[in-house]
């Protein structure tokens, strides 16, 4: 559900919930104007019956002389006459009172002339009244006629002596008020009979003309919610007045009883509808106009969020929604200008970037992983012979394929390959014809992205001249080093000459001829480190293999070490490792190596202190050389250092009368050996110098070419 839909259908919601209400009060409130008209009708109806219950009594009472002619049976045939004469008399409702004979022959009777203008006594024995009366042998009234337009009711009543009164009774006065009587503005009240029929002289023409009546009636009351007419539906209420055996009937219009139309549900129902659908359309008018400006903002907020800042959201809606349209577009506008500026920014940046790296003099080679050239500089494609731009080099030449040299494949190669991040290689790269294009370092590295590696980097620095540069500078440092050797061979034999003919001298001279010897053989070792570095690092020194005996080279080294520890009071242990114990080796280097790094053990371990020496085979067949001190130790950062040419650590402890040639003509050694050295070691916790040569030396001959 998008917002649009969700807030139509909670505006809805919200919308429908009291049209709803209304309908459900609506209809509620119809069934209490149903239940009232229902109970006014019943009223109406009981009350009436009530009133005919009353005329019924009234009657009886008026039907009291038949006591007098039942008491005169038999005696005085004029005295019926009189009492008859006197009940017409006293009751003018009597419209007509017959005296019949026992077989129901009028023998006297007395009428309103009006009525029953015929003088001749009649026969009743067919008359069904008189018959019924006659067989139940009890007083009943007969069906309710008109006459001459007179409501009238016949009686029948046996007389003790076999005798009957036949009467009709005038029920004008309850018909004038049965037909006042009225239900509302146009309901009427009727009598009707136990078919249902109306009994005549009532209001004429109602419900409709020539009604037919509801029926035959099978309850002494009840309700009609629907009667239909040709006037309409019309409700109504019965009752029963049971001494008349008639029925009240109460009906009134329908749409009058419940003020209402018949259609009422029908506009009820359009009504509703209409409303429905003028919330629906209104919800969603609304929701329209409110989501609108928001879907369409938040569509330029995904367009911004990429970077595109070129159409601006319709700035629609009412008030608030329209002026945040609005400021969305301002800030739109605002990151437009800053994204130009940042595009001009960088392609100047690129521009500057990229003429450096054309220009540069070293060789700059981007690739991929996969070996594909990215970017290479004018220079790169000059040193490696590469024709055309990067742009034109086709995608399927791999940049290993390009390169001629072993040494620099191998190296890009094991960079592809991901074996290494960084690595560098100083080598001479030749030109298609096998020209010499110069001596270079090409150095390699990883490059990454926000993602990880994306290829590798390689410069190609020309270092020619700087190499021969070096070059030079070594060959006249080492001649003049060389030249210093006789000075000081000559100073040395001036100074023994000297000493042995001392005698004449005082303690003063003799200390002076003791610091000029003693400054010589430093000079003198310093001048032979300096020339026995130049030959390592030339390639010029030559090893001398031969078989040797691990204790038999820790048995000469004690023999040099053991009085010098004791007099530094600094206890030295000599320890023979693990067999075999035969190696084959330069051993006069190899002991210059172990004396090298004693030495700087003794120089840096304080009296009290322990130096430990021990060698013995370890797995792979290498021979372990190691040389532990109690001294002070080296920090972890110039652990590799300490093995560079002129390297001293500078804590002003270390400073012990060297130059720092020792470690790195060892590390030179051991190298032209096959082995490794190194150093383990923790500030202030000794040191441990280690170094490994195989057993069966495979002869390194040459050591030139090794950084
Ligand atoms: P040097 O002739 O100056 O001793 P080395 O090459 O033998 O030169 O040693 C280089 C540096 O390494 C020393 O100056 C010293 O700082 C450090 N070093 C060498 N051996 C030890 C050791 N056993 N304990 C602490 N520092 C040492």
């Known amino acids: 559900m998008n917002l649009f839909q969700r807030f139509f259908v909670v505006l809805l919601g919200f919308a429908l919930a009291p049209v709803l209400v209304t309908g459900i009060w609506i209809v509620n409130s119809n069934e209490a104007v149903r239940e009232n008209a229902r109970q006014f009708h019943q009223q109406v109806a009981e009350l009436a019956a009530d009133t005919l219950e009353g005329a019924a009594a009234q009657i009886n009472r008026a039907m009291g002389f038949v006591e007098d002619l039942n008491r005169n049976a038999g005696k005085d045939p004029s005295l019926d006459t009189k009492i008859i004469q006197k009940a017409a008399f006293l009751h003018s409702s009597f419209a007509l ?423 010589s053989k430093l000079l003198r070792d310093l001048v032979n480190n300096i020339l026995e570095m130049a030959k390592l690092e030339s390639g010029t020194m030559k090893l001398e293999p031969a078989l040797a005996q691990a204790p038999e080279i820790l048995e000469s080294i004690r023999k040099i070490y053991a009085i010098q520890g004791e007099s530094k009071k600094v206890s030295i242990l000599f320890n023979l490792g693990q067999r075999p114990h035969g190696l084959v080796c330069d051993r006069p280097l190899i002991e210059r190596v172990i004396m090298n790094l004693m030495g700087n053990a003794l120089k840096y371990t304080p009296s009290g202190g322990q130096i430990t020496l021990e060698i013995g085979a370890v797995e792979a067949g290498q021979m372990e050389f190691s040389v532990t001190d109690t001294g002070p130790g080296i920090p972890k950062n110039q652990l590799d250092a300490v093995f560079e040419k002129f390297r001293q650590l500078d804590d002003g402890v270390s400073r012990k009368g060297g130059y720092g040639l020792g470690l790195a003509i060892c590390k030179k050694v051991v190298e032209l050996h096959g082995g490794k050295i190194w150093v383990e070691s923790e500030q202030g916790k000794g040191s441990r110098f280690v170094f490994r040569i195989p057993h069966q030396m495979a002869v390194q001959q040459t050591a030139g070419t090794t950084a």
């Open 97 to 519: 009172i017959s005296l019949l004979d026992p077989s129901d022959k009028e023998v006297f009777k007395i009428a309103n002339p009006q009525l029953f203008p015929e003088r001749v006594y009649e026969d009743r024995s067919s008359d069904p009244l008189v018959q019924a009366v006659r067989k139940s042998g009890e007083a009943s009234f007969g069906p309710i006629l008109e006459r001459e337009g007179m409501p009238l009711i016949s009686i029948a009543h046996p007389l003790d002596d076999g005798r009957m009164l036949f009467i009709q009774y005038s029920l004008r006065n309850l018909w004038r008020r049965i037909k006042q009587q009225k239900v509302g503005r146009q309901g009427r009240l009727l009598l009707v009979d136990a078919q249902g029929r109306a009994l005549p002289g009532l209001p004429e023409g109602f419900p409709e003309p020539d009604w037919q009546g509801l029926g035959s009636m099978d309850r002494p009351s009840g309700w009609m919610d629907h009667l239909r007419t040709r006037n309409g539906v019309m409700v109504g209420a019965f009752q029963h007045a049971p001494s008349l055996g008639i029925w009240t009937l109460s009906l009134q219009a329908r749409s009058e009883a419940f003020a209402r139309s018949d259609r009422f549900p029908v506009h009820v129902a359009t009504f509703l509808f209409a409303l429905s659908v003028l919330v629906i359309g209104g919800a969603y008018w609304l929701s329209q106009r409110l989501t609108f400006p928001l879907t369409q903002m938040i569509v330029g907020a995904q367009r911004a969020s990429r970077s595109d800042f070129n159409q601006p959201v319709p700035e629609l809606g009412w008030g608030e929604l329209n002026l945040l349209s609005k400021s969305f577009n301002q800030m739109m506008g605002t990151l437009k200008a800053y994204q130009e500026l940042q595009v001009d920014r960088i392609m100047e940046e690129k521009a500057k970037v990229e003429a450096l790296v054309r220009n540069i003099p070293d060789g700059i080679i981007l690739a991929g992983f996969d070996g594909h050239i990215l970017y290479i500089n004018v220079a790169a494609r000059l040193i490696l012979g590469v024709a055309g731009d990067y742009t034109t080099t086709p995608k399927d030449r791999q940049l290993h394929d390009m390169v001629r040299e072993p040494a620099l494949r191998d190296m890009i190669i094991r960079l592809l390959r991901k074996q290494k991040r960084s690595d560098l290689v100083e080598l001479e790269i030749k030109g298609a014809d096998g020209l010499s294009r110069g001596l270079f370092h090409c150095a390699a590295v990883a490059v990454g992205g926000a993602k990880g590696d994306i290829g590798i980097l390689i410069v190609m620095r020309d270092v020619t001249t700087e190499r021969k540069l070096d070059q030079m500078k070594e060959d006249f440092f080492h001649s003049i080093v060389h030249d210093l050797r006789s000075p000081i061979s000559s100073i040395d034999g001036f100074v023994e000459l000297m000493q042995k003919r001392a005698d004449g001298f005082g303690d003063k001279e003799r200390k002076y001829l003791d610091y000029i010897q003693t400054s």
